[in-house]
């Protein structure tokens, strides 16, 4: 996407640089914080204990400070999180916050090569590549901190020395328009490959986006290859995104989308309908967020993982789903962790099996024609079954 820096850029360039922060930079890697002695009032949290610090608290302390935070955020358009920053800065208006979004895949290597160049820039890192986070523990990249909350967050939603956090619960499966498919509309993603939805499907590309690569795994680990051979017979339109399955449907260019979030409590009158259906599967994962050991701004960073998973924030999520277990979720909901079918657990071991994730991104690109110059799935023997 031309808005985003390109991996070559960066590296070539040096992230620190190349991302051109100006002010949110300057600090630099390994710059001290400004010299700001915290009030005797304030509380900060003993060696392993969880923070007792008020959000009010933290605020000051970060204006102290400096007020300056930086955020790697993963998504999938640079607005994408222009929503989460508005809120954090009417809650907090005197920190200057950069947040910065990119796909998740862009984030790591640029954080990396600011490793390897000593430029490193954010503070926060909030990604979907869950694997990222054990390997920068192991490196000893991330700092050990435990947020207000941290023993009412579930299990699999922390590192258990504080390492990072869940910040938020997300789920991807398919969704469709009600109003184009009418009386009869898919239930199950069996029902995709109903031939009277052919030409009326988009998808996000599964070899593009590990998320919905594993949403795509799960199909064929249920329903087998065959059930992949009928949906690349289906004219699916493919576009680089999750946001692009609810985009062309909420358009009215699709009448169903795969790979995308939604919610389940979505009104009758919603122009669009998640589904989830018991028996059948869907993805959900926690996106992981950490503050690194070098950010230059560590106040801050733990101001904005104390706002990201106070009750307030967590009760005013998106799709109903919250990472704490003190947070009931609306509608009738169950905790995301209550459904089996959403593979709670398997993401993150798929997203570690790096070599595995490869595979199952050429067999689909394969598949679904994406590998310019390549044989088709039958000359190769991708045939059902295979």
């Known amino acids: 996407m031309p808005s985003f820096l390109s991996r070559r850029h960066v590296l070539a ?3 620190g640089a190349a991302l051109g922060l100006g002010a949110a930079g300057a600090t630099g890697a390994n710059a001290a914080p400004a010299a700001a002695t915290p009030t005797a009032s304030r509380h900060p949290a003993g060696a392993g204990a969880e923070e007792r610090r008020t959000l009010d608290e933290l605020y000051r302390d970060a204006v102290a400070e400096g007020g300056r935070l930086v955020v790697y ?26 947040l910065v979004v990119d796909y998740s895949k862009y984030h790591d290597v640029r954080l990396d090569n600011q490793f390897a160049t ?17 390997r920068w523990k192991d490196q000893g990249r991330l700092l050990h901190y435990r947020p207000a909350g941290f023993s009412r967050l579930y299990d699999a939603f922390k590192d258990p020395e504080g390492a990072w956090v869940a910040v938020g619960a997300l789920a991807f499966s398919f969704l469709y328009a009600p109003a184009a498919v009418g009386s009869r509309p898919p239930l199950t993603p069996l029902d995709l490959v109903d031939p009277r939805w052919k030409g009326q499907i988009a998808s996000s590309y599964p070899h593009d986006d590990d998320a919905v690569l594993y949403l795509y795994s799960l199909y064929v ?28 449907v909420t358009a009215g260019e699709k009448a169903i989308g795969i790979g995308g979030g939604g919610s389940l409590t979505a009104p009758p009158s919603s122009p669009v309908r998640f589904v989830a259906a018991d028996g059948h599967p869907f993805m959900a994962w926690g996106q992981r967020a950490a503050i690194l050991k070098q950010a230059a701004h560590p106040t801050a960073a733990k101001l904005f993982l104390n706002w990201q998973l106070s009750p307030e924030r967590q009760n005013g999520s998106s799709n109903g789903w ?34 595995q994730v490869e595979r199952w991104k050429q067999t689909f690109a394969l598949y679904f024609g994406e590998v310019q110059g390549e044989p088709t799935p039958g000359r190769l023997g991708l045939h059902p079954g295979a």
Do not use: C
């Open 13 to 15: 360039t040096g992230a």
């Open 73 to 98: 955020a993963g998504g999938d358009t640079p607005t994408q999180q222009d929503l989460t920053k508005a809120a954090f800065l009417n809650r907090f208006p005197d920190i200057d916050l950069t």
């Open 118 to 134: 000593g430029s490193v820039v954010p503070d926060v890192m909030q990604l979907q590549t869950l694997q990222d986070f054990t």
């Open 221 to 248: 680990r249920k329903y087998g290859w065959q059930w992949a051979a009928k949906l690349a017979a289906q004219d699916v339109r493919f576009a680089r995104g999750s946001h692009t399955p609810r985009q062309a």
């Open 322 to 355: 919250s990472v704490r277990t003190d947070v009931t979720p609306p509608g009738g909901l169950k905790p995301i962790w209550e459904y089996p079918n959403g593979n709670l657990d398997g993401f993150p071991r798929f997203m570690a099996d790096r070599a």
